[in-house]
């Protein structure tokens, strides 16, 4: 028989009679393949994705202003990099831009467009002129009436009200009374003229973008090579360009197909990278646990086989035979599961997106494509799929292979060098931890990471030794329960390479459930410590009608009887430049801007350093982790870039502990709402003098402040990172992801134990143990295992968590009980029913047989 043919029947048997074997591997695979295919079009969706295209629909192009900060710096021994951010608030563009574009060859008609809040029957909407509609849409329509002509008539949405009513419309600097023309579908929007728009969004000379309409015929690639040659060569650019970074560009931009969607959805284009290294992270955890479960279950399925594959070598099969039978065997099992696992990519890849959508963690306005081609994403995950599981049994038989045929039916023993390979690592492990309590940031993070892969790896490789010490402590105890107990110790204790098998995946499970469940427990956990400690505030007012100046409004509030201190608050987002581990790094941070005046008596920030009186613009108070890796302190200066693109050197008046929940850099309220695209909402936190009745104030204010909102016991004050929602949703996808993973390597490696012990457990039927006994060992089996794997899996995940948890928050790691509870409950559950349920056959009947 040919060399081919026979390695095709040693597989083909192979496959048919270790079908049970094989299972836990297709389980593995199919999951394996099914999560790469979904994230793997995640991910062509994200690249693909774009802001959604509404306002400027009709418009062939559409210029604005560069919505990215960019910061270029020279790593180590490197050439410089660039780096880039998005930027959230608008960055507008200079009016006389309308002048150079409405000269373009090809161009029929520009419009600028400008939007405002205004706040109308205490609702709070967008301004826009109405000569903008027509970006949107070739013909706007009109519900009833006619368009505004005059600089007191405005088009309402459908139920703000009917055409001929009079209403009070608030803006920034007061309020006017105007008359409805007409009404459109648009109840979001209050639609002016041109005019009357501009003079209403106060910033004279700018825009927030300019629609461009083109002479029919001229195809959107040409018309945008001439706009942009136009703007280059007057030499426009944005109007922050005089306060950008030296080397940040400032050019306008011109926007043409999905791109002009950017103009209108600023925080869309900003949330794409984000998303693509956050999914990419992803299916690098999932490539590396199903590696490892996928491994462990090849690895266990070939060990249950071993004698067979030793008296292959035996009887005459060469070791290139052996390879390629075992690894056709496990190809055809890897072919079928990883189709299955690419069939259902797409249905799971549609229930990640709307799980996205239904939490949030997407910003409004951005789209993911989904093209035909792409469901083709899967088909390559698939191929990669294969790969895994060939190469890792490749690997697997390579004992089986190499070994000659007169030492091939030996048992396998633990080597020396595989026991200073597991004292190494997890050595390794340990160094990455010590080194991770000493960064910050996502370098704390990565050495974490690190830290709990090494060490579950050294775990790996001393199963049999932990195992071993494992039942040196465990032994005790189970002596102690009768005949059971013993039994469960002799049989743990006499075979301590299986229990090492059985144990290692339940450390892997445990070790990296709790690190990424408990990173994040942590550092919510301190934050919401944090917030809770700061706040001391009685009463929140928020007013959105009538106009009230923030400084004004929390002036005339605590000037009223019982009001002891107040503070204007607002949320933000600010870009720092600088570097980590010598690369370039533009780090987006939430933070706050608040009003200097008594500010710990109503959001202490728990001072270390200086004092947040002098908080004003020009000035910042640094959170002390953040001071310290920067080196700066009071007196010392920052550098920070605003969310329109504006770079300020910031003087240092401050450093505080609760940069958790209060952010890294508290700014002044009126440095942060300068930059701002539309004043936020006015929030005046409100603490009351001592004895002071709450009751009696909020009447006084409600009394003082027609319009305004009175809010007792307000929440804590707490900054959120725009990627919050997504990293949340996310995670529970990885802890799924390595729960199903670790569940089917626990199941598998421990039932293949099981049946594997068949004929043991008929020779001590035999020799006298009853079912009862036998099912008490393999309970208190089942028990010793799982408390190990807790453990040793705890034990492995405590140091990176304590490093990350003392570097990081300042704390020691917390895991909600819920949490813990599921750990264990899944480990308990899964060991229990992979111990006992295989070996229901070798426990049925009065009289075993031992075949």
């Known amino acids: 028989m040919t060399r081919p043919s026979v390695v095709a029947l040693l597989a083909a048997r192979g496959a048919r009679t270790h079908r049970r074997a094989w299972a836990a591997v297709f389980a593995a695979l199919t999951l394996c393949s099914l999560l790469l295919g979904a994230l793997g079009l995640a991910v062509g969706s994200a690249a693909l994705g774009h802001a959604r295209v509404e306002r400027y629909a009709q418009a062939d192009a559409v210029v604005a202003g560069t919505q990215s900060t960019r910061y270029t710096a020279k790593p180590w021994g490197s050439e410089p990099q660039a780096v880039h951010a998005g930027l959230t608030e608008r960055v507008r563009v200079p009016e006389r831009a309308l002048d150079v574009v409405r000269k373009v060859p090809g161009v029929r008609e520009v419009i600028a467009d400008v939007s405002f809040p205004v706040t109308v029957g205490g609702a709070r909407v967008t301004g826009r002129p109405w000569e903008a509609m027509r970006l949107a849409s070739a013909s706007p329509r009109l519900l009833d009436g006619q368009v505004p002509t005059g600089a007191r008539e405005i088009v309402v949405g459908e139920g703000t009200a009917r055409v001929g009513d009079r209403l009070k419309v608030t803006y920034a600097d007061g309020s006017a009374t105007y008359t409805v023309t007409a009404v459109t579908a648009d109840a979001r929007t209050i639609h002016f003229t041109s005019a009357e728009a501009r003079r209403l969004a106060g910033r004279p000379g700018e825009v927030d973008a300019i629609g461009v309409l083109g002479d029919s015929g001229v195809p959107d690639d040409v018309l945008h090579a001439r706009v942009r040659h136009a703007v ?38 900003p949330a794409r990278m984000p998303l693509l290294q956050v999914l990419a992270s992803l299916a690098s955890i999932v490539v590396l646990v199903g590696v490892l479960v996928v ?25 290139w035979q052996l390879r390629r039978a075992v690894g056709r065997e496990v190809c ?61 049994a490749l690997g697997c038989c390579a004992r089986a292979a190499r070994t000659r045929p007169a030492e091939a039916l030996r048992e396998e023993v633990p080597g020396r060098g595989r ?32 830290s709990v892969l090494t060490m579950v790896i050294g775990c790996a490789l001393l199963g049999p030794w932990l195992a071993r010490g494992a039942m040196w402590v465990l032994g005790a105890p189970l002596r102690r329960l009768g005949v059971g107990g013993r039994l469960a110790a002799a049989a743990c204790t006499a075979n301590a390479t299986r229990l090492g098998a059985a144990v290692t995946p339940v450390v892997l499970v445990t070790a990296f459930m709790v690190v990424q469940l408990g990173a994040g427990a942590t550092l919510g956990n301190a934050a919401q410590a944090q917030a809770r400690d700061a706040a001391h505030a009685d009463l929140a007012v928020s007013a959105a009608e009538p106009p009230y100046d923030a400084e004004e409004l929390a002036e005339r509030v605590r000037h009223l009887p019982g009001v002891a201190a107040t503070t204007v608050v607002a949320h933000g987002t600010v870009v720092l430049a600088a570097k980590e581990l010598g690369d370039p790094v533009l780090e987006r941070l939430p933070v706050l801007g608040v009003t200097p005046h008594q500010l710990a008596r109503t959001l202490d920030p728990a001072v270390r350093k200086g004092t947040t009186d002098d908080l004003r613009p020009g000035t910042v108070a640094v959170g002390a982790d953040r001071a310290r890796t920067l080196a700066v302190g009071p007196g010392d200066h920052v550098r920070l870039r605003f969310g329109d693109g504006t770079e300020a050197k910031l003087r240092v008046v401050a450093t505080y502990e609760r940069a958790l929940a209060l952010g890294d850099f508290l700014l002044s309220y009126e440095e942060l709402t300068a930059h701002m695209s539309a004043p936020p909402a006015v929030r005046v ?19 003082a402040l027609p319009g305004a909102r009175v809010e007792r016991d307000p929440a804590p ?25 670790t569940v089917i390597a626990v199941l598998s490696t421990l039932a293949l134990i099981s049946v594997g012990r068949g004929p043991e457990l008929r020779q001590l039927r035999l020799a006298g143990a009853d079912r009862g006994r036998l099912r008490r060992m393999l309970w208190l089996e089942s028990a010793a295992t799982a408390t190990a794997g807790l453990v040793l899996g705890t034990a492995t995940a405590a140091l990176p968590l304590l490093a990350f948890a003392l570097s990081l928050a300042g704390s020691l790691p917390w895991l909600p009980p819920a949490q813990a509870a599921l750990i264990v409950t899944v480990v308990a559950v899964t060991t229990a029913s992979a111990t006992l349920l295989p070996a229901r056959g070798a426990l049925r009947g009065r009289y075993p047989a031992l075949s």
């Open 232 to 269: 280059d060569a007057a030499g426009l650019r944005d109007v922050s360009a005089p306060h950008r970074a030296d080397g940040d560009p400032a050019a306008l931009r011109v926007l043409t197909g999905d791109g002009r969607g950017q103009a209108e959805f600023l925080a869309a284009e």
């Open 295 to 319: 491994s462990s279950t090849v690895a266990q399925a070939l060990r249950q086989r071993s004698r067979e594959l030793a008296l292959l070598r035996v009887v005459g099969a060469t070791p």
């Open 332 to 392: 055809r099992i890897a072919v079928l599961a990883a189709a299955v696992g690419a069939v259902g990519a797409v249905p799971a890849y549609l229930a990640l997106r709307a799980l996205l959508a239904r939490q949030g963690a997407l910003p409004d306005g951005l789209e993911l494509p989904f093209p035909p081609w792409l469901a083709a994403a899967p088909l390559v995950t698939a191929g990669l799929t294969v790969l895994i599981a060939w190469l890792t």
């Open 419 to 450: 026991q200073i390979a597991g004292g190494v690592l997890l050595g390794i492990g340990a160094a990455s931890a010590g080194a991770g309590a000493l960064q910050h940031g996502a370098a704390a993070g990565a050495a974490a990471s690190a």
């Open 685 to 703: 936190l409100t603490t009351l003098a001592p004895g002071a009745s709450v009751t009696g104030v909020t009447g006084s204010l409600t009394a």
């Open 717 to 741: 004050e707490q900054v959120r990172a725009e990627d919050q929602a997504l990293g949340d949703v996310l995670s529970g996808v990885v802890v799924a992801a390595i729960g199903g993973f």
